[in-house]
Structure formats: C-alpha cells, structure tokens
C-alpha cells in the first residue's frame, strides 16, 4: 500500500511558475513509476507527465512539453512538477498517482494503481 500526498497548488499569474511535489509512504518508493495527471472542471482526468522508478525515463504530455519537467528524489520518497510558463488552460486539480514497475509512458490513469487526493492549480490569465 502506497499512500501519495500533494502540495504546492495554488493561484499563480500566466507566465508564473509553481512546483508541485508528491509525498510517498512506505519504502519501496524507487519501485515506482510516478505519474501526474490533471483534472480541469466538466473534463477527464489526463495524463500530464510521468517518469520511471529510477528517474532516467520520462514522459510528458504535448500539452506541457517544454514548460513542465518531473523529477524524482528517492531518498525523499518524492517526486516533483515544476510548471513554468503557466497558461490560464493549465488550470486544473493536479493528482499524482503511482504505478508498481513499468517504465515511463504509462499515460492511461487506469494503469495507475495508487492516488492521492490532489492540489488545485489556477491559473489568472
């Protein structure tokens, strides 16, 4: 059992940046693969970027290449979005999710066995 927790949403002008991190229990973090997804109001969840267990293999949405990058710290149990060059569309509730094994590229939520609750991101244009 994995338990994901998120941070770092809020308001942001368009331009601006924020980073978002997701905190993971347990001790078998690098096993893996971490993904993040979206969620804007009356729309699908969709996939944004995800990234291996051990942070070499990523892959991003087209939406949001370019802007955002994911990252990973092992030892912190952590994996991050950095957003930059925010756009009044990016508004969204963020969720991180985890996959046990697998490789980056694993863009349907349905693949994605652990969630955590989200953090709002908006955008002002």
């Known amino acids: 059992q994995v338990q994901l927790e998120e941070s770092g949403g809020g308001l942001v002008q368009a331009g601006g940046s924020l980073r978002l991190s997701c905190a993971a229990s347990?001790?078998?973090?690098?096993?893996?693969?971490m993904g993040w997804f979206r969620q804007a109001p009356g729309k699908e969840r969709d996939f944004v970027a995800d990234i291996s267990g051990g942070g070499y293999n990523k892959n991003y949405a087209n939406s949001v290449k370019g802007r955002f990058t994911i990252f990973r710290d092992n030892p912190k149990n952590t994996v991050y979005l950095q957003m930059s060059s925010l756009k009044p569309e990016d508004t969204a509730v963020y969720y991180c999710?985890?996959?046990?094994?697998?490789?980056?590229?694993?863009?349907?939520?349905?693949?994605?066995?652990?969630w955590g609750r989200g953090t709002q991101v908006t955008v002002s244009s």
């Open positions: 999710a985890a996959r046990r094994g697998g490789t980056a590229g694993t863009t349907s939520q349905y693949d994605y066995d652990y």
């Open positions: 347990g001790r078998t973090f690098r096993i893996y693969t």
